[in-house]
């Protein structure tokens, strides 16, 4: 056996170098994937590519192998062999035993290795006969087989070999996070997107190595999560959207899901309640909970700043407690985001006493409290986190009390800004955030100690989309961006280099149907498919 897989893997390798040499012939008529790993356009790119100028023929006669007795390393071989099929329509065998037709293998193996940083850091060996992926956990390994999705092309060669082959370019990256937390948020309160919606936006942003999606789950327009114990909430104030259209919820089982199928991808699922302000749909649900002195009735508009839960009632924190209880109990992530912005119409002091209580309600549910920056004015502990938005001084005092920081700046990585005057949608209150501008930036540059950057994200907030096609408009190109910012060093980040890596992601978003915004900035790689004539095939 060893020494039919010898010749045959020589063979292989004969063919393989044939390509190689063919490829200025034949470019005029095809075009040749590139054997030089330092030439493929990862995003984000990793921390160190070493090529060797060969390839690994991917074909019929691959297999994928993982260690044995490694917890979740064959689901995530699974994956691969999944996402491979329907990129190159070969069946791959994951784990298969006694095969004698196996020419090539991909081995996922969990390493023990010291210089593996963290839990998301790989090392990818990509050989002519065999392709490597170490990580000591299956996240790593998970991230690892995003960047090995990258570097298979679309399309196979033209090769003197009977069967297709889709080469790899061979060399050895190293690779480990900047920060640990890569995220976009997704307004679905505003505007309502179903499971399957959110689905397909967590299979992007794990595409791309971003590992948390944060929910805001309600405001003033709606609110979109069953709660058992205050049935109303859903009943009446999910009844609601901006514009006027029904809105919409998602069950305790809808909600699992997602948090599921972003657990199969490692990625986190943060919910977010907003309180005390953008709290109308609670209100007109249950008016005890109104602090704003008026009688709460349902809205469709865009203002904010209106509402307040009623700080003084012992009833408002019995219901915090039965909220923030059940939605823990299906979050099995660390987090639980209260909100806290742009309660305007709440005293300072009673804002303060507030978030004082909720941030103990949060921490008896076994959750860290994230807030957006203005819970710094509060009494929170250290271990509590400031998501800074808007107020550098809200970021700093968040700092003073040791409190780590997610960095989203309004005026940079506000995904529902407009990218210029003639963007179709969007808002343009913080600044216009055309690709380059969501690029060049440093999320280390605002004075913030690195030690308390916990990590960057996107919000996206949805007052002005209704429907996938437009969120996808909004998020991309610029979430890509946004996911190097995070995950690749300064030192790799290159505005020039960026713009032509990101050229070449088009054909990827074709075929997962993105309808992301064609930037002028950006001299895109023409795709010869479409979504629509996959679906033929």
Not at 451 to 475: F, H, K, Q, R
């Amino acid at each position: 056996m060893l020494k039919t897989l010898c010749i045959r893997s020589l063979f292989f390798a004969a063919i393989t170098l044939a390509l190689i040499a063919c490829s200025e012939v034949k470019k005029e008529r095809i075009a040749m994937p590139t054997t030089d790993l330092s030439k493929v356009s990862l995003i984000p790119k990793p921390l160190k590519t070493t090529p060797t100028n060969s390839a690994f023929a991917l074909d019929q006669f691959t297999a994928i192998y993982t260690s044995k007795n490694a917890t979740g390393f064959e689901e995530v071989g699974t994956f691969l062999a999944d996402k491979l099929k329907s990129k190159t329509n070969l069946t791959i065998p994951v784990n298969s035993e006694g095969a004698n037709t196996i020419e090539r293998v991909i081995y996922i193996n969990q390493s023990d290795s010291i210089e593996l940083e963290s839990p998301e850091a790989y090392q990818l060996y990509i050989n002519q006969d065999s392709i490597i992926i170490n990580a000591n956990t299956a996240e790593g390994a998970f991230r690892g087989i995003q960047t090995l999705r990258q570097l298979v092309p679309f399309e196979s060669n033209d090769t003197l070999a009977l069967q297709k082959i889709w080469p790899v370019p061979s060399g050895k990256i190293v690779d480990n996070p900047n920060f640990g937390y890569r995220g976009s948020m997704l307004d679905v309160a505003r505007h309502f997107f179903s499971v399957d919606d959110v689905k397909k936006y967590i299979d992007l942003l794990a595409y791309y190595k971003i590992n948390v999606l944060h929910l805001h789950l309600s405001d003033d327009q709606g609110w979109r999560i069953e709660i058992k114990s205050w049935p109303k909430l859903t009943e009446v104030g999910g009844s609601t959207e901006v514009g006027g259209e029904s809105g919409g919820f998602y069950t305790q089982e809808d909600y699992k899901e997602i948090v599921r199928y972003a657990a199969e991808r490692y990625m986190t699922i943060i919910p977010e309640i907003d309180m005390p302000g953008h709290t109308n749909a609670a209100s007109v649900s249950y008016p005890f909970l109104n602090g704003n002195g008026k009688i709460p009735k349902l809205y469709e508009g865009m203002h904010v700043g209106f509402s307040t839960f009623d700080t003084h009632k012992d009833t408002v924190y019995t219901f915090i407690d039965d909220v923030v209880r059940e939605i823990s109990a299906i979050t099995p992530g660390p987090y639980f985001h209260v909100g806290g912005d742009e309660s305007h119409v709440t005293k300072k002091s009673d804002y303060i006493y507030f978030i004082n209580k909720v941030e103990k309600i949060v921490q008896k549910h076994g959750k860290r409290m994230i807030g957006w920056d203005e819970v710094a004015i509060a009494d929170v502990d250290s271990t509590s986190i400031s998501q800074w938005w808007a107020s550098e001084e809200n970021a700093k005092k968040a700092v003073e009390k040791g409190m780590k920081i997610i960095v989203s700046p309004a005026k940079k990585a506000y995904l529902d800004m407009q990218y210029d005057t003639l963007s179709k949608f969007g808002l343009h209150w913080a600044a216009y955030i055309p690709v380059d501008t969501a690029y060049v930036w440093t999320p280390e540059e605002y004075g913030i100690p690195v030690e308390n950057i916990l990590g960057v994200e996107a919000p996206l907030w949805s007052e002005t989309i209704s429907n996938i096609d437009e969120l996808e408009y909004l998020a991309f190109p610029r979430i890509i961006g946004y996911s190097e910012l995070s995950w690749s060093i300064k030192e790799n980040r290159n505005w020039e280099d960026y713009k032509v890596r990101l050229a070449d992601q088009a054909p990827f978003l074709d075929r997962m149907d993105v309808k992301y915004y064609p930037s002028p900035l950006i001299d895109w790689k023409k795709s010869d498919f479409t979504y629509e004539t996959i679906k033929k095939d």
